[in-house]
C-alpha cells in the first residue's frame, strides 16, 4: 500500500469549512484514498473513500487531483464535534487486508 | 443491532497473568481485525481473520494469539501480560466484498502492572 503524508495538526473555526491534505505521491491505479477520523478514545470512524472522482455524502467531501498524487478533505461547515484525528489511508480494496493507520491530523475546532 | 462489541472495556492485569478480550459483530461479516493503539501513536494490527476458521499475522503480533471459531466472533488473548501490552485494543470488521468501510468497536482499555 502506498504511504499518505498528513499535517501533523490543524486549526479551523467553527461553522468554517476544514480542508485537510493527504498527499500519496506512490499511489498506484488500482489504490482507493480513505478517510477516517477518531473521536478522542473512540474507534474510528469511516467518513468516506474513492478511486479518482471526487465524491461527496452527508458528511463530507473528497477532491481528488487528476493525477491522483494527492487529496482533500472537506468539512464543509465544521463543528465542534468535528474535533478528532482525520486518518488518510490508501489501499487497494477488496483485498480483504486490514487498513493501516498512520498518525493522522489532529483538527481542532475552535468556537 | 450492535454493530461491534468489546468485552471487557476496561482491566487491570499483573505481570505474567492471561486474559481474553472478546469482540462480537452481528452483521455477517467475513472479516476481523484486532488493533492496539497506545499514547499518540496510530493504530497498529495485531491479527486479523478472513474467515471463520481462519487467522493471519499482522503488524504486531508477538504476545497474542487469536481464535476465530465462530463467524461472529473475535478472540484476542494475551497468556503471559507484559506491561508493554499496556494499550487500547480495537476489534473491527468489514464485508467480504469489502469496499475498505470498516466498522470498530469502542476499545478496550488494558493495564499491565
Known amino acids: 500500500d502506498a504511504k499518505t503524508t498528513q499535517p501533523t495538526s490543524m486549526d479551523c473555526a467553527e461553522g468554517r469549512a476544514a480542508n485537510l491534505p493527504c498527499n500519496h505521491s506512490?499511489?498506484?491505479?488500482?489504490?482507493?484514498v480513505y478517510w477516517y477520523r477518531q473521536i478522542h478514545s473512540q474507534g474510528p470512524q469511516y467518513i468516506i473513500h474513492?478511486?479518482?472522482n471526487n465524491e461527496t455524502n452527508e458528511m463530507a467531501s473528497l477532491i481528488i487531483t487528476e493525477d491522483r498524487k494527492s487529496s482533500t478533505l472537506i468539512l464543509p461547515h465544521a463543528t465542534l464535534r468535528d474535533t478528532a484525528v482525520y486518518y488518510c489511508?490508501?489501499?487497494?480494496?477488496?483485498?480483504?487486508?486490514?487498513?493501516?493507520f498512520g498518525k493522522g491530523t489532529s483538527l481542532l475546532v475552535t468556537p | 443491532n450492535a454493530g461491534v462489541t468489546q468485552t471487557p472495556k476496561f482491566r487491570v492485569l499483573k505481570t505474567g497473568q492471561s486474559m481474553t478480550l472478546l469482540c462480537a459483530q452481528d452483521?455477517?461479516?467475513?472479516?476481523m481485525y484486532w488493533y492496539r493503539q497506545d499514547p499518540g501513536m496510530g493504530l497498529r494490527l495485531i491479527h486479523y481473520?478472513?474467515?471463520?476458521?481462519?487467522?493471519a499475522k499482522g503488524e504486531v503480533p508477538d504476545g497474542y494469539n487469536v481464535s476465530r471459531l465462530k463467524k461472529q466472533n473475535f478472540l484476542l488473548g494475551l497468556e503471559s501480560a507484559a506491561p508493554s501490552q499496556t494499550s487500547v485494543y480495537f476489534c473491527?470488521?468489514?464485508?467480504?466484498?469489502?469496499?475498505?468501510?470498516?466498522?470498530f468497536g469502542e476499545g478496550s482499555r488494558l493495564t499491565v502492572l
Open positions: 473491527a470488521s468489514s464485508y467480504l466484498q469489502a469496499t475498505g468501510e470498516l466498522f
Open positions: 474513492g478511486l479518482k
Open positions: 481473520s478472513v474467515g471463520e476458521g481462519t487467522t
Open positions: 452483521m455477517n461479516h467475513e472479516y
Open positions: 506512490t499511489i498506484s491505479g488500482n489504490e482507493y
Open positions: 489511508i490508501v489501499r487497494v480494496t477488496n483485498s480483504g487486508y486490514a487498513l493501516n
